[in-house]
Every structure is written in C-alpha cells, then in structure tokens.
C-alpha cells in the first residue's frame, strides 16, 4: 500500500516536473500537488469581457483593455450582452496593429471558418457568441508587449477592438 502511494507522488511530481499541459490531470487527482505546482508555473488569470450594445453602432468590448504577465494561463470569459438578432461576436487576439488585415482575411474565410482566418497575426481565437451567449477561451499569454484583440464577424472592426498589455 505504502509503494503504490508513494508512486503516486512521483508520478504527480513527473507531471510537475515537466511543465506541459498536464496540470488538469494533476489537479483532478491531488489537490495538494496542484497547490505546489501553481507556485512553480507562471500564474492564472482569470478574465472576463462583455460586449456591450445592441446594434453595429454601440457595440463595444468592456473593458477595452486589460494586463496579464508572461506566461499566464488566461481563461478568458466572453459575455455576449447583445439581445438583437445578427449580434454575433467573437474575441481574437492579433499581433498589434494588424487588426484590419485580419478582419479583412476574416470576411474572406467566412461562415465555414466561424470567420477565423489561417492568418499568422492571429494568437488567440474565440468561438463565435451568438446574442446572450457565453463562450470561453484558454490560451497562454505571449512575449511582454502590446497586442489588440477584435472581433472578426464582418464589419464589426474597427468598432471591436481592444488591447492587451503582456507585462
Ligand atoms: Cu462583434
């Protein structure tokens, strides 16, 4: 009994040791190891955008910007307040600056795409959130430095845009 439990361990500190993508399993088996993991990863962030509005005039991210570090495990939350029907919106995370060129490429890859295009501006992408919906997504923050995020449902750049700042 004792061997099997301290196998257990090992394997855990194997997960933690090689610092991939198998924190889930680890944190869903031992509570205690996931704690010690957290302190040797970079940290979690927890971020939550709604967009505001209901027609192609006032539609808005809210916040327009936000901070994570370097690193961070972002799970980002993305309400959709909108009620009005054809208010479909999405959360994509750009290389700064290239939010048109994305946009465009995004009308061009259409529906079949959800409107995300093979773009290599393109971090980070959402699902499409139709009125009053809630999609989520997790992806690890870049390199230190200044991104825009968007939203690539046709014509809604440049009225949905935002910037994430990576410390
Ligand atoms: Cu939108």
């Known amino acids: 009994m004792k061997i099997i439990k301290i196998s257990i361990v090992a394997l ?8 991939g993508g198998e924190k889930k399993e680890a944190e869903t088996k031992d509570t205690a190891t ?3 993991e957290t302190t040797a990863t970079p940290g979690e962030a927890n971020i939550t955008i709604n967009v505001t509005g209901n027609s192609m005039a006032d539609m808005a991210y809210d916040p327009m910007s ?7 495990k972002v799970k980002l939350t993305l ?7 054809g208010m479909l919106h999405n ?14 490429a995004a009308i061009a890859a259409g529906t079949a795409k959800n409107y995300i295009p093979e773009n290599p ?4 992408a959402s699902g ?4 009053k919906e809630t999609v989520t997504l997790d992806f690890t923050a870049p390199a230190a430095g200044s991104y825009n995020y968007i939203c690539t449902y046709p014509g809604h750049f440049p009225s949905m845009i935002g ?3 990576v410390e």
Do not use: H, M, R, Y
């Open 163 to 165: 910037k994430l700042i």
């Open 34 to 36: 996931a704690k010690t």
């Open 79 to 85: 309400i959709n307040q909108n009620a009005a029907e």
């Open 91 to 104: 959360w994509v995370l750009v290389k700064l600056g290239t939010g048109q060129e994305v946009a465009t």
């Open 12 to 19: 855990l500190f194997a997960f933690t040791s090689c610092g």
């Open 121 to 124: 501006n393109i971090i980070a």
């Open 128 to 131: 499409l959130a139709k009125p």
């Open 66 to 72: 936000f901070t994570v570090k370097a690193g961070d």
